[in-house]
């Protein structure tokens, strides 16, 4: 598939996933990815601090819009700060000055089941209506919570039968169900726990909130070593090191021939788990490796970026994984 159409198949991409498995790190790989292309991006994270600033290098993000990347700016969006903008964007802005003076915003937002989901959505909403950006990427919350943030708007319109507030909801509604303005990525790791939530949220989605899915990404994959087939055993990699003239121990070709049996059964067992996956679910899968160094910069999410291009580019190949 060309990158550009997958970058641009929907206005706004929802990144979900459970926690741990990458979902931010994703997030930024994906932004990277699309201003390479020339499309400007805006990256929102909704739940507090979720990592974007430090993979970035930046400070941390905050209701107004800074500098991430070339072409990528990112913001927080705060239910708080929503519901003064929404509050000023209906006429009340006198209200909402004070509100915010009071304390009381915390009170109003939570007074209707879902209200702050709502408000951080009808925000989002709004920015995609301003046509500023090409793509807006929202940092979605952990699973379980995705789920509730993204069907919220469903139950207000159950809930409220008239008002602003019903008609917020509607237009949220709007957007999630129209595949070209809104769809989910799935984010998973090749682990049992997080395959099974994986396929539960693409149905849950599907079935409750009617909302379109991008290819799940499968992120973290251990990459081959050496051929499927080389022999790895002590004596052959003693035998390899003397071809090159490698200087190695008996204790460290043995932990050379250990090393390499553990790779190997944890990448067959993560192959097996995206094999699940795939049986489960029936999206198509984007492979992303394992990073393995000990923090997530600037330099990995490029790296990131690039793989997730070439995961992209092989979805249209028959013979793709």
């Known amino acids: 598939m060309d990158q550009r159409r997958f970058c641009t198949s929907a206005r706004v991409v929802v990144v979900a996933g459970k926690g741990g498995v990458g979902k931010t790190t994703v997030t930024a790989a994906l932004a990277v990815l699309a201003a390479r292309l020339g499309l400007r991006v805006l990256v929102v994270e909704v739940e507090g601090k979720s ?28 239910p ?13 802005g006198r209200i909402a000055r004070r509100l915010g003076t009071t304390g009381l915003l915390d009170v109003i937002a939570t007074a209707v089941p879902g209200m702050k989901d709502i408000l951080v959505l009808g925000k989002v909403k709004s920015i995609e209506m301003g046509g500023t950006f090409d793509l807006i990427l929202v940092d979605a919350p952990a699973a379980g ?18 008002g602003p507030i019903r008609h917020q909801a509607a237009d949220v509604v709007a957007l999630l169900s129209d595949p070209t303005r809104c769809q989910v990525l799935l984010v998973t790791a090749p682990e049992e726990t997080p395959v099974r939530e994986a396929t539960e949220t693409a149905f849950a989605l599907e079935d409750r909130v009617g909302v379109s899915l991008m290819p799940v990404v499968v992120n973290g994959l251990y990459p081959e070593v050496g051929a499927p087939d080389a ?10 090191a003397t071809l090159i003239d490698l200087p190695l121990s008996v204790a460290e070709v043995e932990d050379l021939a250990a090393a390499t049996a553990f790779r190997r059964s944890r990448r067959a067992v993560q192959r097996a788990q995206a094999e699940r996956l795939a049986a489960a679910l029936p999206l198509a899968q984007l492979h992303l490796p394992f990073i393995f160094d000990a923090d ?3 330099p990995q999410i490029e790296v990131l970026a690039t793989a997730l291009g070439a995961a992209i580019d092989a979805l249209d190949d028959p013979g793709a994984p």
Request: glycine residues 12%; charged residues 20%; proline residues 6%.
């Open 145 to 162: 919570h995705a789920l509730s943030f993204l069907t919220s708007p469903l139950g207000l319109l159950d809930a409220v039968a008239v």
């Open 231 to 240: 022999d790895a055993t002590p004596a052959a990699i003693a035998a390899d």
């Open 51 to 78: 990592g974007l600033a430090s993979a970035f290098g930046v400070p941390d993000l905050t209701y107004r819009e800074i500098d991430l990347a070339p072409g990528v700016r990112g913001r927080t969006l705060t």
């Open 296 to 298: 997530i910069g600037r």
């Open 80 to 92: 708080d700060e929503a519901l003064v903008d929404w509050l000023e964007g209906n006429g009340f």
